[in-house]
């Protein structure tokens, strides 16, 4: 079957770095995307990454190995508002997106 | 408007009646997803729609019918709503198909007694 692994929550203190991990298992892939979800909001596109390596955007960065169906987000010098849930979501051969259940940052001053 | 509107914002509705979740994009975007949202679960997809005329089904489609007769509308119906079918609901569009980023709306909260 299809399945994404993320954990479900992360604590993290203000102006440090924390990694997001997550592992996939798909029929077929066509990408590996993130999204930011703030409670009670819709969630926004972060990254996407189809090929391995590091992509960085400003404080974000997203890592793939298609090789390990494996991929993380990395968010350094946390702000507060950064207290999120960020959901891991592989694209399968039928370019549907496959969603984990989030990972619950909470940052601490 | 710019982007993606949903309507209601919520709604409490009882078992067995009719409802139709509204979604409207004013983007040009070709395809339109419906997902629902439950705790502890990752979005699922129900029905999608890759252009104008054209519907599709997801993962968990049962219970569920969409319509596409414009590019901006993707209305998403419940014929007799049942109390599994409480969730969140976010309809999200995109360009097109296949790899391009998935935009949504803010989500319809609906309760089902």
């Known amino acids: 079957g299809q399945n994404i692994d993320q954990p479900t929550e992360m604590t993290a203190t203000e102006g440090a770095i924390v990694q997001i991990n997550c592992t996939y298992q798909?029929?077929?892939?066509?990408?590996l995307f993130w999204y930011q979800q703030h409670a009670g909001e819709a969630p926004t596109f972060l990254s996407y990454?189809?090929l391995d390596g590091l992509e960085e955007k400003g404080r974000f960065s997203s890592f793939l190995s298609r090789s390990k169906g494996y991929s993380y987000l990395l968010l350094k010098e946390l702000q507060m508002k950064d207290s999120a849930s960020y959901l891991c979501?592989?694209?399968?051969?039928?370019?549907?997106?496959?969603w984990g259940a989030g990972t619950k940052l909470i940052i601490k001053p | 408007i710019a982007g993606i509107t949903q309507a209601p914002t919520s709604q409490i509705l009882a078992a067995g009646r009719r409802m139709t979740l509204r979604c409207t994009q004013d983007?040009?975007?070709?395809?339109m997803y419906w997902y629902r949202q439950d705790l502890g679960l990752g979005l699922r997809l129900i029905h999608y729609s890759n252009t104008a005329g054209t519907t599709g089904k997801g993962e968990v489609p049962d219970g569920y019918s969409v319509s596409r007769a414009n590019t901006d509308d993707f209305p998403l119906t419940l014929a007799s709503a049942v109390p599994s079918q409480t969730s969140v609901y976010f309809c999200?569009?995109?360009?097109?198909?296949?790899?391009?980023?998935?935009?949504f709306g803010p989500g319809t909260r609906l309760t089902v007694l």
């Open positions: 983007m040009r975007h070709n395809a």
């Open positions: 990454n189809v």
């Open positions: 798909t029929s077929g892939f066509n990408g």
């Open positions: 979501a592989a694209m399968d051969s039928n370019y549907q997106l496959i």
């Open positions: 999200a569009s995109s360009e097109n198909s296949g790899t391009d980023t998935q935009y």
